[in-house]
């Protein structure tokens, strides 16, 4: 079994991820500040250098405001299996 890093379909979460950063204008140093990460761990995640944790996904998902945000919940259930409403 290869690495989840490589699997496509972590490969797009991330991706999904990273845009909505980018689509809410919150910089990496200022999405890695709101986590308690560095900037080059941020970098490091987009980039599938680094493995995204689960503790680290659920405090990026709640920077990203995934209570209000319902193009990141639809990302989120896509990826879980969780069944659109």
Do not use: C, W
Not at 33 to 46: P, R, Y
Request: hydrophobic residues 40%; aromatic residues 2%.
């Amino acid at each position: 079994m290869s690495k989840t890093i490589h699997n496509n379909h972590y490969r797009a979460l991330i991706q999904e991820l990273a845009q909505e950063r980018i689509r809410l204008h919150i910089s990496q140093g200022e999405l890695a500040a709101e986590v308690g990460l560095n900037q080059s761990d941020v970098s490091k995640i987009e980039k599938l250098e680094r493995r995204l944790d689960v503790l680290e996904l659920a405090m990026i998902l709640k920077a990203l405001r995934i209570r209000e945000n319902t193009r990141l919940q639809i990302i989120i259930k896509d990826f879980t299996g969780i069944p659109r409403e």
